[in-house]
């Protein structure tokens, strides 16, 4: 056990980094944690109050900018969760912003962890997943919505979701392709300068504190608007809301980056595919019933048979390598993250209700 005693979380007020750093907190007191965000995205400014309540200290700053993570104190782990994560990012506009941060971002990250010798714990995606691939997958469509017709179609796929192993030649969204970029030049780093660096290859994470929005965080918009009122719209792949995710608890995810990070050497070098799993994987139109018996409301769910640029019909993840390797499983349902989620958004509603309009 080599346990990190200063602890920087790049794009620490968001979703992902401000559950991270008060995990960090709560479990591993003696450690300090920074954080280091622009507030880019819209909410993570609500997460500043109960950051600085736990002990943990904020840095507004930005990643883009060279130097941006050189005075932030000393660390001896980097948690790189800065990112424009929008599948959709750069379709209506510039992709800059998007390159710039989650690329050169990284790319800073990876200078402040050679600068100090520190670890680097990179949060990366199954957008690396070439849609391209993922859209010709033999879909069936049953009660549930999308289903594989074939056990095995391919390499790296099966019943049990996506591995590791799944080809990579293909187009992925801007998105996808700056982290598969991070994760090039991560493995480069740390052949050249021994940089220890594990990459997370996340499916969809959910749970309190996420600011959705209608191009990412769908579990929270979609229990928002039935707390919140207003309407849905199940949108592509004919707009019946048949598209499938894995769904991972942000607690979960937690509780995976504590073991790994406080056992670092074990993973160091490796690149894991982390999510829900096939247990935890539900259609948008069951996650529609469950949010209605969960906050006890029915909302007017619209249908828009476009499919929007670079969407997936389906992703399950295939989790079995780090199952193994960490000893770990996600414990919370699709229903404990939705009723997590309800929760926190009941007590919270009079703050936070105008960020999911
Ligand atoms: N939420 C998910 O379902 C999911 C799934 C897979 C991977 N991820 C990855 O997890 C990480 C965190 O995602 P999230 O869901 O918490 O998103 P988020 O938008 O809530 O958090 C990202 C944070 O980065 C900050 N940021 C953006 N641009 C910045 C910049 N230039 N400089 C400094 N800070 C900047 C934002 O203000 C925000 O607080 C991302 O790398 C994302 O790719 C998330």
Redesign the pocket.
Known sequence: MDEPTHILI????????SSLALAFRTERSHATVTV??????R??EKNLERLTDAGVRFVK????RRG?LVNVGPCDLIV??????SALAGVDGSPRYAI???LV?TVNALEAARDRGARLLF?????VYPYTRLRVLPLETGPCGFYLGTPAPCRGCSNSGINEEFPLNGARTL?GAT?LCSELLIREYAEMYGIDAVVLR?????GPW??GRTD??VVALWVARHLFGDGLTTIGFGGRGDQVRDVLHIADLAHLVLKITADFGVFAGETFNVGGGADNAVSLRTLTEICRDVTGRTIPVGSDPRTRPGDIPWYVTDARRIHAAADWRPRRSVRDTVVDVASWMHRRRDRIERLFS
Request: hydrophobic share 30%; net charge negative; aromatic share 6%.
């Open positions: 790049t794009g620490g007020a968001g979703f992902v980094g280091v965000d622009n507030l880019h995205r909410g993570s700053g930005d990643v883009r941006a790189d969760c800065a990112a424009e994560p710039d941060t989650n971002g949060v990366s995606t199954s957008r998105y982290k996340c499916g969809l994470i959910a996420q600011f990412q965080g």
